[in-house]
Structure formats: structure tokens, C-alpha cells
């Protein structure tokens, strides 16, 4: 047998000591992350704050947001607080937010109302997307590139599209019970003055019936000129923009809703009605004006005219007028941008979503009655607009929409003529003081003229003269001055 000297077995310990040491430090490694994640922390779940706009407040938001971030929770690792607004409240309480600095993270924006999106972008309110898109292409592909860049102001995208419809034309909704009654030939009503016959019959045989209410906007400012208020006439090669109240136009207008009010056809307090819905769901007017006329929409108008049956006549060709009518954009003082455009491609590309937030809880709040087709529960407890939460054409059809109706909605928007200054913006900053003196003017004045109230010979001189006296003067030529500089920008002028 081989005898073992103390310096050879030292040697042998020292060996194996070392074997055992890397074998360890071997296991120790394939175990731990690697050094590229070693340093990495679990990400801990954010809230995401987010207001928008309702009509009327819904008393079931919780359980309806708890089930919205039981679903997006897993997925983005986050989940959303849901702040609705009165619509007719929005515009003062988001200034009140933006101008205190908080930090929300999304909120519903437009062209119009409280939405003030130009006015916000350029005083800095909202983040700049265009880095954070390219995380998000599943977003960034859910739109035509035409809508993305409806949203752009100095060449940059501020706001994701509430995609709907963005193609627009004028006319009547009209009851259909008094067409089938009267036996009313649709057909022959092809201008605004072609629905007084219609007006005259109800007026006459309908007691309790209002022929038509919320009138006011019936100005044709979007097919006889080229903005509202002020604007350039359609077709002008010139571009020349001029005060519409001033035009022959506009008085032959509010001559004949004067005549209209004084015969009975108009509500006698349009000058001063703030609950338009209110008064349609009634269902005691007869008639209404809209300046849309979707595919599919007079299904939607059915519970809004105290389920009654419309009828839509159009008598304007679509226009396409973009998508600055609804948008969600993400606050600048967001703590969590990127989770809170995460939150948008979801809302905008997953239907369940979409319509989760649109109408809520299935069996509670809606009762699906075919395919991809819902019938909303009455006095459920939740309520909100699917164009305000997001893309509707991945959103349900209501009971009585056709199949295509989204379809038919996308070939509208593609296909609808473009204006002539598709792209234009007007930034308001250097006149915003005579903006909000001929804001006040057209308050006091316009609607009252607009919907017949008073006598157009006492007050239409009245309301020009107090447009001069607020600045519409300089404020023309200031919109003339940007308008020229970016028509020749684009070698329009």
C-alpha cells in the first residue's frame, strides 16, 4: 500500500479546498441574475390618474373601476383611478389643475369646449409623444397615419385620437313617427329652409310638440366659409378672411329664424336652453339639427329623442374634418408617461377594454343581443361616451346598427373630401384678450339672434358694434396674417 506523506495530503486538501470553492462560486452564478439585471428592482405597480368628460355622472364607477384594473393590472403592471368631469364644467377645472401643477396623467382634450387643446399644447400643458410612440406600435398602427397627423402642432404629436367618425356633414334628424303620419317626402328637404312645411305641419296639428329646438348652431359656418365666426368664403382664391356676422349671409339667417320663432316652430327658450339632451329625451321635439350625420348614429339618437325613431336627412356632403374633436393627451407633470401611454394602447387596441370602459359590466350595465352588437340597461348606474374613452371602431355596436357599420365609418373618413386648409391651426396667443372679449360678445349676443328671440334690426347692429369695440378688427387680421404665412408655406397662396 502507498503511504501518504503530510506535504502530499496538505496538497491534496488545498486542491479539493479549491475544486469546492469555484465549484460553489459555479452553482452560486447559474442561480443569480445576470450582471446586466442584478441591479434591476421589481417594479412596483403605479396608479394612473385620468379625467374626461361625461354628460351624466355615473353613480357605479367603482365596481366598474375595479374591474377595469383587475384586467389591465396583469398586463401593464397598473392600474387607473377614473375622474369624470360634467362636460360643461371640464374647461374651468382643468385650467384650475394645469395651472396648480398637478401631476395626473391623462386627460381628455379637443378642439372644442373645455378642451382647448391648441391653447395647452403651446403653454406647455401636454408631453410631447412622438419618443414614447415609438414604444408603442401597436398604438401608433391602431390609426391611419392621416389621423396622427390631424394632431400635430409644430410638427409633433401632443394627443392619441379618440378615433370615430371624422368625416361630417349637416342636416335634420327628424322623429319618424310624424314623417310616417304625415306622409313627409324626406327627399325633397335638400336646404335648411325646405324643413319649414315640416315645421308648419307640427305646429299645427301637434299640441305639446315642439317643431324644433337647439337651433342656434345652424349657421352654415362649415360649408359657406372656411372657419366659424370668422373665416374666408368657400372657394375664394384669395383666402380673404371676413366677420361673418357681417355678411348678407348671416343676417338673411337670423331673419329667418326670427320669422320661425315668431310663427311658433322654434323652443321659446333656445336663446337661453343648456339641456339640450333633456329636453330631446322628452320626446316632444320634433326636429333637430346636426352637424355629424355618422353611419349608424340614428340608432344612438333613438333613446336620445325618448325612444322615438329618427330619421337622418343630410344636405351637406361629408367633409373630413379630423380627428380634433375628442383625444386623450398625457399631462407634462405625468410621474408616469410611459405607463399612461401604455394604458392608451390598450384602451385603443383591445375591444375588451375599450368596451369595458365604454359601457361598462356585461349583464349589469348591458345585455350583448348579437355579435359584437349590446343593448345598454336603462338606469344601470354607469354611462360614458365610447368617443371620448377611445378608438369606438374596435368598441360594440348598439341594438339596431348594422354590421358594417364601422366599416362604412373608416371608407367615410378615407374617403370624404378634405379641406382646404387640412392641416392649419390658428394659435390664439397673441390676441388671446380680444379672444376672450368677442367670446364674451358672441355670449351675450348670438345666441339670442341666432335662435329668433330678438329682433334682428335692433340687435345685430348692437352685436357688431361690440365685436369692434372687443377687438375682431385685430383679431381678423391677425388669423389673416398666420393664415397667409402658412398657405405659402404649403404653395397654397
Given at each position: 500500500?502507498?503511504?501518504?506523506?503530510f506535504?502530499?495530503?496538505?496538497?491534496?486538501?488545498?486542491?479539493?479546498?479549491?475544486?469546492?470553492?469555484?465549484?460553489?462560486?459555479?452553482?452560486?452564478?447559474?442561480?443569480?441574475?445576470?450582471?446586466?439585471?442584478?441591479?434591476?428592482?421589481?417594479?412596483?405597480?403605479?396608479?394612473?390618474?385620468?379625467?374626461?368628460?361625461?354628460?351624466?355622472?355615473?353613480?357605479?364607477?367603482?365596481?366598474?373601476?375595479?374591474?377595469?384594473?383587475?384586467?389591465?393590472?396583469?398586463?401593464?403592471?397598473?392600474t387607473?383611478?377614473l375622474?369624470?368631469i360634467?362636460?360643461?364644467?371640464?374647461?374651468?377645472k382643468?385650467?384650475?389643475?394645469?395651472?396648480a401643477?398637478?401631476?395626473?396623467?391623462?386627460?381628455?382634450?379637443?378642439?372644442?369646449?373645455?378642451?382647448?387643446?391648441?391653447?395647452?399644447?403651446?403653454?406647455?400643458?401636454?408631453?410631447?409623444l412622438?419618443?414614447?410612440?415609438?414604444?408603442?406600435?401597436?398604438?401608433?398602427?391602431?390609426?391611419?397615419?392621416?389621423?396622427?397627423?390631424?394632431?400635430?402642432?409644430?410638427?409633433?404629436?401632443?394627443?392619441?385620437?379618440?378615433?370615430?367618425?371624422?368625416?361630417?356633414?349637416?342636416?335634420?334628424?327628424?322623429?319618424?313617427?310624424?314623417?310616417?303620419?304625415?306622409?313627409?317626402?324626406?327627399?325633397?328637404?335638400?336646404?335648411?329652409?325646405?324643413?319649414?312645411p315640416?315645421?308648419?305641419?307640427?305646429?299645427?296639428?301637434?299640441?305639446?310638440?315642439?317643431?324644433i329646438a337647439?337651433?342656434?348652431?345652424?349657421?352654415?359656418?362649415?360649408?359657406?366659409?372656411?372657419?366659424?365666426?370668422?373665416?374666408?368664403?368657400?372657394?375664394?382664391?384669395?383666402?380673404?378672411?371676413?366677420?361673418?356676422?357681417?355678411?348678407?349671409?348671416?343676417?338673411?339667417f337670423?331673419?329667418?329664424?326670427?320669422?320661425?320663432?315668431?310663427?311658433?316652430?322654434?323652443?321659446?327658450?333656445?336663446?337661453?336652453?343648456?339641456?339640450?339632451?333633456?329636453?330631446?329625451?322628452?320626446?316632444?321635439?320634433?326636429?333637430?339639427?346636426?352637424?355629424?350625420?355618422?353611419?349608424?348614429?340614428?340608432?344612438?339618437?333613438?333613446?336620445?329623442?325618448?325612444?322615438?325613431?329618427?330619421?337622418?336627412?343630410?344636405?351637406s356632403?361629408?367633409?373630413?374634418?379630423?380627428?380634433l374633436?375628442?383625444?386623450?393627451?398625457?399631462?407634462?407633470?405625468?410621474?408616469?408617461?410611459?405607463?399612461?401611454?401604455?394604458?392608451?394602447?390598450?384602451?385603443?387596441t383591445?375591444?375588451a377594454?375599450?368596451?369595458?370602459?365604454?359601457?361598462?359590466?356585461?349583464?349589469?350595465?348591458?345585455?350583448?343581443v348579437?355579435?359584437?352588437?349590446?343593448?345598454?340597461?336603462?338606469?344601470?348606474?354607469?354611462?360614458?361616451?365610447?368617443?371620448?374613452?377611445?378608438?369606438?371602431?374596435?368598441?360594440?355596436?348598439?341594438?339596431?346598427?348594422?354590421?358594417?357599420?364601422?366599416?362604412?365609418?373608416?371608407?367615410?373618413?378615407?374617403?370624404?373630401?378634405?379641406?382646404?386648409?387640412?392641416?392649419?391651426?390658428?394659435?390664439?396667443?397673441p390676441?388671446?384678450?380680444?379672444?376672450?372679449?368677442?367670446?364674451?360678445?358672441?355670449?351675450?349676443?348670438?345666441?339670442?339672434?341666432?335662435?329668433?328671440?330678438?329682433?334682428p334690426?335692433v340687435?345685430?347692429?348692437?352685436?357688431?358694434?361690440?365685436?369692434?369695440?372687443?377687438?375682431?378688427?385685430?383679431?381678423?387680421?391677425?388669423?389673416q396674417?398666420?393664415l397667409?404665412?402658412?398657405?405659402?408655406?404649403?404653395s397654397?397662396?
Amino acid at each position: 500500500m502507498k503511504k501518504w506523506s503530510f506535504a502530499m495530503i496538505r496538497t491534496i486538501m488545498l486542491c479539493l479546498a479549491v475544486m469546492l470553492a469555484a465549484t460553489a462560486c459555479t452553482q452560486e452564478n447559474s442561480s443569480s441574475p445576470s450582471p446586466a439585471s442584478s441591479t434591476k428592482v421589481e417594479e412596483k405597480p403605479v396608479e394612473l390618474t385620468w379625467y374626461y368628460i361625461v354628460y351624466e355622472m355615473p353613480t357605479d364607477l367603482p365596481a366598474v373601476q375595479n374591474a377595469v384594473n383587475a384586467y389591465i393590472q396583469p398586463k401593464i403592471n397598473a392600474t387607473v383611478k377614473l375622474m369624470p368631469i360634467i362636460e360643461s364644467a371640464y374647461g374651468q377645472k382643468m385650467n384650475t389643475m394645469l395651472a396648480a401643477g398637478e401631476s395626473f396623467d391623462l386627460a381628455w382634450t379637443a378642439r372644442w369646449g373645455g378642451g382647448d387643446y391648441t391653447n395647452r399644447v403651446l403653454k406647455g400643458a401636454y408631453l410631447d409623444l412622438d419618443t414614447l410612440l415609438e414604444k408603442t406600435p401597436k398604438l401608433k398602427a391602431a390609426m391611419p397615419e392621416l389621423a396622427w397627423t390631424d394632431t400635430m402642432l409644430a410638427g409633433k404629436i401632443w394627443a392619441v385620437p379618440n378615433y370615430q367618425v371624422a368625416a361630417k356633414a349637416e342636416g335634420f334628424i327628424i322623429q319618424k313617427r310624424f314623417i310616417d303620419k304625415y306622409k313627409i317626402d324626406v327627399s325633397k328637404i335638400k336646404t335648411q329652409a325646405d324643413i319649414e312645411p315640416v315645421l308648419e305641419i307640427i305646429k299645427a296639428n301637434e299640441p305639446g310638440i315642439i317643431p324644433i329646438a337647439g337651433s342656434t348652431n345652424m349657421f352654415d359656418y362649415g360649408k359657406l366659409w372656411g372657419f366659424a365666426r370668422e373665416g374666408f368664403r368657400v372657394n375664394d382664391p384669395n383666402y380673404k378672411i371676413v366677420n361673418t356676422v357681417e355678411s348678407p349671409e348671416y343676417k338673411s339667417f337670423i331673419e329667418r329664424q326670427r320669422r320661425w320663432y315668431e310663427k311658433g316652430y322654434i323652443y321659446t327658450d333656445d336663446a337661453t336652453l343648456t339641456t339640450l339632451p333633456d329636453l330631446r329625451k322628452t320626446g316632444k321635439v320634433a326636429v333637430g339639427w346636426d352637424t355629424v350625420m355618422k353611419p349608424g348614429g340614428e340608432v344612438e339618437e333613438f333613446a336620445k329623442f325618448g325612444n322615438n325613431e329618427v330619421v337622418y336627412v343630410r344636405i351637406s356632403e361629408p367633409e373630413f374634418t379630423g380627428v380634433l374633436d375628442t383625444m386623450t393627451a398625457i399631462n407634462r407633470k405625468s410621474k408616469h408617461p410611459e405607463k399612461a401611454l401604455q394604458l392608451l394602447e390598450l384602451v385603443n387596441t383591445d375591444p375588451a377594454l375599450m368596451n369595458m370602459l365604454s359601457y361598462g359590466i356585461e349583464g349589469k350595465h348591458y345585455q350583448v343581443v348579437g355579435q359584437n352588437t349590446i343593448k345598454k340597461i336603462e338606469k344601470s348606474g354607469y354611462s360614458a361616451e365610447a368617443w371620448v374613452m377611445g378608438n369606438s371602431l374596435i368598441s360594440y355596436l348598439k341594438e339596431g346598427q348594422a354590421p358594417d357599420t364601422w366599416t362604412k365609418t373608416q371608407e367615410l373618413n378615407m374617403s370624404a373630401k378634405r379641406p382646404p386648409v387640412f392641416g392649419y391651426k390658428f394659435n390664439n396667443e397673441p390676441v388671446k384678450t380680444e379672444m376672450a372679449n368677442l367670446t364674451a360678445v358672441t355670449q351675450e349676443f348670438a345666441k339670442a339672434l341666432q335662435s329668433g328671440s330678438v329682433d334682428p334690426n335692433v340687435y345685430l347692429p348692437k352685436y357688431i358694434e361690440a365685436q369692434k369695440n372687443a377687438g375682431i378688427d385685430k383679431f381678423i387680421a391677425e388669423q389673416q396674417k398666420q393664415l397667409d404665412t402658412w398657405l405659402k408655406a404649403q404653395s397654397l397662396k
